[in-house]
C-alpha cells in the first residue's frame, strides 16, 4: 500500500490488489469522511470495488477541498478512455459532486460513475442539532490557535448492534476497549480546527446552494446514493430525499450504521457485490 501525504495538506493512499481484489479497468478514487483516513476507512472494502482503488483525505490543520479536487483529478489525467468512479462517504459523499463537476472536463460522462454513501446534505440532515456551533466562524478562528489534537467520547455500540471483523477479539470483555482504542488510533493527528473547518464547509456549501448547483454535474452519469439505516446517529434520512431532489439515481438502503464499512462489513459487501452493481465485473 502507497501512502503520499502532500504539502497541501491531502493524504493519498493506494490500495495494494490482492487475490481478492475485484481489479478491472480504470480507477476508483474514495473520498473519506469526517476524521478519516482513507486508509482506514476503506480498508475493509476495498477489495469489493473496481479497478485501482485510491483514497484521498484531508490532514492537518486546514480543510481545503479544492486542493483534493485537484490532486484527484490530476490522478485520473493518465486515465482518460477509462471508467472512473467515485465512491464518496458521508462529508466525501458530499465532496464528490465538486469532484465529479472537474473529472468530467476531461473524462467521458459515459465512463463515469458516483457512488454517495450515506452523505449530509446541510445542517438540517445532521442528526446532531448543535454541530453548527462548532462549525461557526467564530469557533474555526478559536479551534484554529488550539493545539493539533483532538479529544472526544468514543461511542461504543452495543456487541449485537455490529459484524465484528475477523481481526477484533471476540472477547466481550475486550470488545469496549478494543473499539475505543481502534477509534482513538483513527482519530490521532486530526487538529480539532480541522473538524471546525469541515463542518463550516458543510453548512456553507449547503446554504450557498453551491452544493446544489454542482450536482448538475452528474446529468447523464450513473449515480447511487446507499442509506444507512442501523442506528443511524449521524444523518437524518431527510438528506436521501435532497440528494434525489439534486440527482437522478437510484437510492439503496443497507442495514448498517453510518458509513460502517468496517462494523458491518457483512452487510456492505453483500450490497456492493450484488446484481446491481455487476457492470463493474463486467466492465
Given at each position: ?13 493506494v ?12 480507477v ?13 476507512q ?25 486542493l ?12 482518460v ?11 466525501g ?27 449530509p ?8 442539532p ?7 466562524s ?55 480546527s480541522?473538524?471546525?473547518e ?37 444523518v ?12 437522478d439515481l ?34
Open positions: 500500500m502507497n501512502v503520499n501525504k502532500f504539502t497541501s495538506g491531502v493524504e493519498k493512499h490500495f495494494s490488489k490482492t487475490h481478492r481484489s475485484l481489479g478491472g479497468p480504470g476508483t478514487i474514495c473520498l473519506a469522511g469526517m476524521q478519516s483516513h482513507g486508509v482506514d476503506f480498508a475493509s472494502i476495498a477489495y469489493c470495488l473496481p479497478g485501482q482503488v485510491r483514497a484521498y483525505n484531508a490532514y492537518g490543520r486546514r480543510f481545503r477541498p479544492d483534493i479536487v485537484a490532486r484527484a483529478t490530476a490522478d485520473v489525467r493518465d486515465h478512455g477509462e471508467p472512473i468512479r467515485v465512491f464518496g462517504a458521508s462529508q459523499g458530499m465532496l464528490t459532486p465538486f469532484l465529479m463537476r472537474e473529472l468530467r472536463k476531461y473524462h467521458d460522462p459515459d465512463l463515469l460513475e458516483a457512488v454517495i454513501v450515506d452523505a446534505s446541510g445542517l438540517k440532515s445532521i442528526a446532531n448543535r454541530a453548527f456551533l462548532l462549525g461557526s467564530a469557533m474555526v478562528n478559536a479551534f484554529s490557535a488550539l493545539p493539533s489534537c483532538i479529544k472526544a467520547p468514543v461511542i461504543v455500540p452495543p456487541w449485537n448492534h455490529i459484524s465484528v471483523p475477523p481481526d477484533m477479539p471476540t472477547n466481550h470483555d475486550n470488545y469496549r476497549w478494543q473499539v475505543q482504542r481502534g477509534a482513538r488510533q483513527r482519530l490521532a493527528g486530526f487538529p480539532i480541522l473538524w471546525a469541515k463542518i463550516h464547509w458543510m453548512i456553507h456549501v449547503s446554504r450557498s446552494g453551491s452544493l446544489a448547483r454542482a450536482c448538475q454535474s452528474h446529468d447523464g452519469i450513473r449515480t447511487t446514493y446507499i442509506q444507512c439505516l442501523l442506528h443511524n446517529l449521524v437524518k434520512p431527510s438528506a436521501a430525499r435532497d440528494w434525489q431532489s439534486w440527482i437510484t437510492l439503496l438502503d443497507v442495514q448498517a450504521a453510518h458509513c460502517a464499512f468496517s462494523q458491518n462489513n457483512w452487510e456492505f459487501v453483500q450490497l456492493l457485490q450484488s446484481e446491481y452493481f455487476d457492470t463493474w465485473h463486467t466492465s
